[in-house]
Nanobody, 123 residues
Framework: QVQLGESGGGLVQAGGSLTLSCVAS????????MGWFRQAPGKEREDVAQ????????LYAESVKGRFTISRDNAKNTVYLRMNSLSPDDTAVYYC????????????????WGQGTQVTVSS
């Protein structure tokens, strides 16, 4: 059974950077597209960044395009989200997710979720 564990969140000042990590256990991510999503209090869940199974294609929300970078290291069974130029609007719980189907591109339909990691950006 696949388990996804996010880490790297924390408190950062506006303009700062954080790198989130998502480590999968119980299943290799080699053949799966992966994604990062976030949810802020009182708001709907938002797709942030996604990457195809082979890393060849990425998809970003307009609000993070040019600031965030999703990448994957299959040898480490890990997906990363590098977040630069953070603003208070980026404050949310960030979730890693993977789809049920493999060998897919983006966007994905999430089926498995991590527990999330809190990112708080102060002004």
């Amino acid at each position: 059974q696949v388990q996804l564990g996010e880490s790297g969140g924390g408190l950062v000042q506006a303009g700062g950077s954080l790198t989130l990590s998502c480590v999968a256990s119980g299943r290799s991510i080699n053949y799966y597209a992966m994604g990062w999503f976030r949810q802020a209090p009182g708001k709907e869940r938002e797709d942030v960044a996604q990457i195809s199974w082979n890393g060849g294609r990425t998809l970003y929300a307009e609000s993070v395009k040019g600031r965030f970078t999703i990448s994957r290291d299959n040898a480490k069974n890990t997906v990363y989200l590098r977040m630069n130029s953070l603003s208070p609007d980026d404050t949310a719980v960030y979730y890693c997710a993977m789809p049920r189907a493999y060998h897919t591109g983006v966007p994905i339909t999430p089926a498995f979720w991590g527990q999330g990691t809190q990112v708080t950006v102060s002004s």
